[in-house]
């Protein structure tokens, strides 16, 4: 049985996501942060060597990583849904924006918890990302793949909102994110993962 170990307020609001969108059975788990420290549990963080969420158990299977947890379910339970294929015109978008969100934006959003010099630069490399985003939507593209919606979007979703809000990152600025947003969170799946991942 596929179980997903929430930690609340997580990136592992996407994997709770992805399985409402493929309509996968699975256990929750939900793991609370530190009331304090806003860190993890210790019984979440001896789940697997990483000690960060999301994880993912399947049978014998101990998972971690988002982009390999969505990459193994897929893989195993996608059916070709939720992805686009080389042969899709607008495949590079999906790969550029699917790798995007965890590779470049939220590791800049990570260094704004830092203190320094670095923060103006990290919020200037932010908005740069902010604005790029703003101006594909802005350019007939209702989700990061044009017309179809994909894991892309999905793995979007967590900085734009409960990440960036952390950090304090305003998209008020950019109206085409702002309607993105609405879109995202518009979607019956999302309604369903956020209503068992985050009641709050």
């Not at 609370?32 to 860190?39: F, G, K, L, N, S």
């Not at 993890?40 to 999301?54: C, D, I, V």
């Not at 965890?102 to 908005?127: K, T």
């Amino acid at each position: 049985m596929l179980t997903i170990h929430h930690l609340r307020v997580s990136q592992s609001d996407r994997i709770v996501w992805l399985c409402e969108e493929l309509e996968l059975a699975y256990e929750l788990v939900l793991h609370q942060r530190d009331p304090i420290t806003r860190t993890a549990p210790e019984a979440y963080r001896q789940l697997h060597p990483s000690g960060t969420a999301p994880v993912i158990t399947d049978g014998a299977l101990v998972l971690a990583e988002t982009g390999a947890i969505v990459e193994y379910l897929l893989t195993r339970e996608g059916l070709g849904r939720l992805v686009v294929g080389p042969g899709d015109p607008h495949y590079t978008d999906y790969l550029y924006w699917y790798h995007m969100a965890n590779g470049s934006l939220m590791p800049a959003m990570m260094m704004l918890l830092a203190e320094g010099p670095i923060i103006p630069f990290m919020q200037a490399r932010i908005d740069r990302y902010l604005r790029a985003l703003d101006d594909h939507l802005a350019h007939g593209n209702t989700w990061l793949a044009g017309e179809t919606f994909t894991v892309a979007d999905i793995m979007m979703a967590f900085p734009l909102t409960s990440m960036g809000a952390f950090v304090k990152v305003d998209v008020s600025a950019y109206p085409h994110i702002g309607a993105y947003i609405k879109r995202l969170q518009a979607r019956p799946a999302y309604q369903r993962a956020m209503a068992k991942a985050e009641p709050a």
